[in-house]
């Protein structure tokens, strides 16, 4: 049943651009189509990097913007087009491999530097190391030209079809997202993925096991990273470019935040988190105020924090409980 | 140039360095007490510079601009108990009834600095502004070795001497410092031997608040306050406490004078890869002793 549940809401995912086409004046559905739904697939990516380690690990890490980030300057730095030129000649099917390739090494390298560390250590270590980085990127000129960054990122054209139309901008992120969520649902039920639950759980017991519990978690963050590489390769053709803003503390707490809200039980609730706070994001004017936007999303954040610290997830859950009773008690 | 000019441009630095570590200390001293004694990482403490720079600053402006020789002190005072009523605040009404979820008192605080950064430039806007300092301690000193240099950044040093000299005699003197000590070690054998431990967990987030305020109106005599600086004292006070050991003066005043010393030198001598110098050090430090320089494990 609950396989029936996943195929149907991809089928709805994947049909949602038509039928958004068919309520709402076309530009518009363009709009919800890549700005919205888009972007809200492409940092729940990013953010399910984070759901992940923490679901099945029990690690909050913070550096996982930048690690997107160090796969989207990658991208930016190799690829023929990107303005200015720091090292160019790749065409898009090169350096988006690379891409992924530096996120990966960049997600393992952060694991073995946080490997002696848990809970709120881990993620202060994790917030430092992605704020050293982003210090450097944006103070190194030679390699990510500063602070201004690398634009004309604009992606590829697949089979003809232009990466920079919306509709296949969304369908490319959504099968993209797609596979990631599958691989994460497939990974945790392998002997890999219970080895690591058994680490969240308790690591000394796993250890006297026989499981080397440093490695285990190495490769944990590096396939978290890998996952954020995917995400911040899209990031940055969505954005056409890449600049330090995009790694700052600003962007690694709102993926924190985007993770917190949906709920950090399951990998989909980094989607549910970011479509929230898309949507918070676009429409803050109408809402409270356009320039308030860090105040109402900081509100809505906190009362998740202090309500319901599983997030949304944890909502539905609670409210399904509750519900269940009153039916048992009829 | 002359080995004479060598021996003073070494000299300045290491007193950059020196300075800026003891701006560092005052801030990331009262993050080391909290999460010492609390177990809470306050991601709010950036926050709280800001709170104090802009509080501070409300009442200096109308103050300075009447020539009135004591507008910096009152400044400071304004912003020193701002910072530390904020800080009582957010321990009592939000942290101390989630005690134990370390995870989740972090998210609240990262919320807290959110919406109060936000809240902030809603009220005070974008410019950066600054303190000038009182005639008293304005102006330039001569130092051996070094020439003139600015007094306020002597006078920075004294202060933070003077604050690490004040917590070691609270914390090992006094017998509020008996009951923080005994409250790292045990905090169910304090509160069962009849001390009111929440109040006093109240007193330390007030006593860090209001060290990482008088580091706010200090930094924002030596260097401009803006919108951005939350973020840079968070992440040096993060710094410093890893690097030192958590919840320890000494392990901060040594973190402090590292950073400091990194910095400074780093800047001098590769301009655009200084930043990698700390973090190197930071990561090194992690790998060799996860506990800190001075941390105990």
Redesign the interface.
Do not use: H, K, S
């Given at each position: 049943m609950r396989r029936g549940l996943a195929i149907a809401a991809a089928l709805l995912l994947l049909a949602l651009p038509w039928l958004l086409h068919a309520v709402l004046p076309a530009n518009q559905a363009g709009f919800w189509t890549g700005n919205i739904l888009g972007r809200a697939l492409v940092f729940g990516i990013i953010a399910m990097s984070l759901t992940f380690l923490a679901t099945y690990g029990g690690f909050?890490s913070l550096a996982q913007m930048m690690i997107a980030g160090v796969a989207g300057y990658a991208l930016a730095i190799f690829v023929e087009g990107a303005v200015p030129r720091i090292v160019g000649g790749a065409g898009y099917a090169l350096a988006i491999p690379l891409g992924v390739l530096a996120a990966t090494l960049m997600g393992l390298l952060v694991g073995a530097?946080?490997v002696?560390?848990r809970?709120?250590y881990l993620?202060?270590?994790t917030?430092?190391?992605s704020?050293?980085v982003f210090?450097?990127v944006e103070?190194?000129?030679?390699w990510f030209n500063g602070y201004e960054g690398i634009r004309n990122v604009v992606g590829p054209s697949l089979l003809g079809l232009d990466f920079r139309n919306p509709w296949v901008f969304y369908h490319v992120t959504l099968g993209t997202a797609v596979l990631l969520f599958a691989g994460v649902m497939y990974l945790v039920r392998s002997p890999f993925g219970l080895v690591l639950q058994g680490i969240r759980d308790n690591p000394r017991r796993v250890s006297a096991l026989g499981y080397n519990v440093a490695l285990h978690r190495i490769a944990a963050f590096g396939v978290a990273g890998f996952i954020a590489g995917c995400g911040g390769v899209l990031a940055t053709i969505y954005n056409i470019g890449i600049s330090p803003g995009t790694i700052?503390?600003g962007a690694t707490?709102n993926v924190?935040i985007m993770a917190?809200i949906g709920g950090l039980g399951h990998p989909v609730g980094a989607f549910l988190g970011s479509l929230i706070f898309t949507v918070f994001d676009t429409f803050a004017a109408t809402i409270y105020d356009r320039?308030?936007f860090?105040?109402l999303?900081?509100?809505v954040?906190?009362v998740i924090?202090?309500a319901s610290?599983d997030g949304v997830l944890g909502v539905g859950a609670r409210l399904r409980r509750l519900l269940g009773r009153r039916a048992a008690d009829k | 140039m002359g080995a004479n000019d060598r021996m003073e441009l070494a000299a300045t630095i290491v007193l950059n360095g020196l300075t800026l570590a003891a701006l560092y200390f005052i801030v990331a001293s009262g993050f080391s007490l909290i999460f010492g004694l609390m177990r809470v990482v306050n991601m709010a403490h950036g926050t709280l510079y800001l709170v104090a720079g802009y509080v501070g600053y409300a009442v200096f402006e109308p103050l300075y601009d009447q020539d009135l020789w004591w507008a910096w002190y009152a400044g400071l005072a304004a912003g020193v108990l701002a910072a530390a009523v904020f800080g009582a605040l957010l321990q009592q009404v939000l942290l101390g009834w989630m005690q134990g979820q370390e995870l989740r008192q972090a998210l609240v605080t990262i919320g807290i600095s959110i919406i109060a950064a936000d809240q902030i430039l809603a009220i005070y806007g974008g410019n950066p502004r600054q303190f000038f300092a009182p005639d008293a301690i304005f102006g330039s000193t001569q130092v051996p070795l070094v020439g003139g240099y600015p007094t306020f950044r002597l006078v920075q040093i004294g202060v933070a001497v003077a604050v690490g000299v004040g917590l070691w005699l609270l914390l090992n003197r006094t017998r509020l410092g008996m009951m923080i000590r005994a409250g790292v070690d045990d905090r169910e054998m304090l509160g069962a031997c009849g001390v009111n431990v929440p109040l006093v967990g109240v007193a330390v987030f007030a006593l860090g608040a209001a060290l990482c305020g008088l580091g706010g109106v200090i930094g924002s005599t030596a260097q401009p306050l803006a919108m951005g600086q939350d973020g840079r004292f968070l992440l040096i006070s993060l710094v410093v406490v890893i690097v030192g050991g958590m919840g320890s003066v000494t392990g901060t005043a040594v973190g402090a004078i590292l950073v400091g010393l990194a910095e400074q030198l780093g800047q001098a001598m590769f301009p655009t890869y200084s930043v990698v110098l700390t973090f190197v050090m930071m990561v090194a430090v992690l790998a060799l002793r996860p506990q800190g320089i001075l941390g105990r494990a």
């Open positions: 909050v530097i946080a002696r560390t809970d709120i993620l202060m270590i917030l430092a190391v704020m050293g210090r450097f103070t190194n000129i030679t700052g503390l707490v924190l917190v320039d308030r860090n105040t999303i900081g509100l954040f906190l924090v202090l610290p | -």
